[in-house]
């Protein structure tokens, strides 16, 4: 898990600092009852999952990579079926859990803000049905770098939708743009991602 998901990488840092600035005050380190959520707010049981692009299935970025596709296509089907049970596991036991995005941090930061703030009043979120990829497989077929896409329901797991169509590249995530965001991207490694600098 420590490998899937720094604690002090930059998407957590900007939405910790926006909640702070919108007078939110969460908690750094606390143990909710189930997974390590990146903030969270004991008071009023809500925690705050800031889900990276790759790691975590997103539909408009999550990246195939084209070599070791076992080892990558078994790491993501863990990852999100994991997302999944800690999300169902922690409303069961009575909290409320907002899982957001690398990509909404960056580009719809307010947005992201006031639906944490809605989770802390007690309010419906926004959207709940949120889809993750859950396996990509190429569909050559079809065309030149073309794929098919599984995608699952994060709180509904047995409810699947395919989609066909071409290869996506991962980019256009609204990451800002420095020496920092250069060394961040690990896309097709075959390794484990290198760790970031944290601070
Ligand atoms: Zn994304």
New binding site residues.
């Given amino acids: 898990m420590a490998r899937v998901k720094g604690k002090n990488t930059s998407p957590e840092r900007l939405l910790r600092s926006a909640l702070w600035r919108a007078g939110m005050r969460y908690r750094l380190n606390y143990k909710a009852p189930m997974g390590r959520p990146d903030v969270v707010f004991p008071g009023a049981r809500v925690a705050v999952f800031v889900d990276g692009?790759f790691w975590h299935g997103?539909?408009?970025?999550?990246s195939r990579p084209r070599s070791s596709e076992e080892f990558w296509s078994g790491k993501l089907l863990a990852n999100v079926e994991r997302d999944s049970r800690l999300t169902l596991g922690l409303e069961a036991a009575g909290w409320r859990v907002v899982r957001v995005?690398?990509?909404?941090v960056y580009q719809e930061l307010d947005k992201v803000v006031r639906v944490v703030e809605a989770a802390m009043r007690g309010e419906r979120l926004p959207d709940e049905r949120d889809w993750r990829v859950s396996r990509v497989d190429p569909v050559p077929q079809e065309g030149e770098g073309w794929e098919r896409r599984e995608l699952r329901l994060l709180r509904a797991w047995d409810v699947v939708r395919h989609e066909v169509g071409p290869r996506k590249t991962g980019r256009d995530?609204g990451r800002p743009k420095g020496p920092r965001a250069a060394r961040g991207s690990a896309r097709g490694r075959t390794s484990a991602r290198p760790k970031r600098r944290s601070g």
């Fill in positions: 692009c997103c539909p408009a970025h999550y995005f690398e990509h909404e995530k």
